[in-house]
């Protein structure tokens, strides 16, 4: 059973930082990429940052370019996003997801969180 399991969120001031984690289970962690995603309320879910299977590579939102980092530790199966200098635009529910691909069928499925608050105060 894939399970992916947010933390680290919650309340933070404008200019401050967060860590958000992401604990993987139920499959081959180190050989999915990752993304982060969020959701402001009364918007669409939009993607934060992406990471593939061995970290070598990353990208990342206009918005949150030089203040957001997304990096993966395969050892602990978890995926992780240092949120820095934040501000009140960046409140939003985040999630974690991956898509995982039956080899024989090439079928994708996604996979998500139950996702973690973010709040920004100013």
């Known amino acids: 059973q894939v399970l992916l399991v947010e933390s680290g969120g919650g309340l933070v001031q404008a200019g401050g930082s967060l860590r958000l984690s992401c604990a993987a289970s139920?499959?081959?962690?180190?050989?999915?990429?990752m993304s982060w995603y969020r959701q402001a309320p009364g918007k669409e879910r939009e993607l934060v940052a992406h990471?593939?299977?061995?970290?070598?590579?990353?990208n990342y939102a206009d918005s949150v370019k030089g203040r957001f980092t997304i990096s993966r530790d395969n050892a602990k199966n978890t995926v992780y996003l240092q949120m820095n200098s934040l501000k009140p635009e960046d409140t939003a529910v985040y999630y974690c997801k991956t898509v995982l691909v039956v080899p024989t069928t090439r079928t994708t499925y996604d996979f998500w969180g139950q996702g973690t608050q973010v709040t920004v105060s100013s």
């Open positions: 990471i593939t299977s061995n970290g070598g590579s990353t």
């Open positions: 139920g499959f081959t962690f180190s050989r999915y990429a």
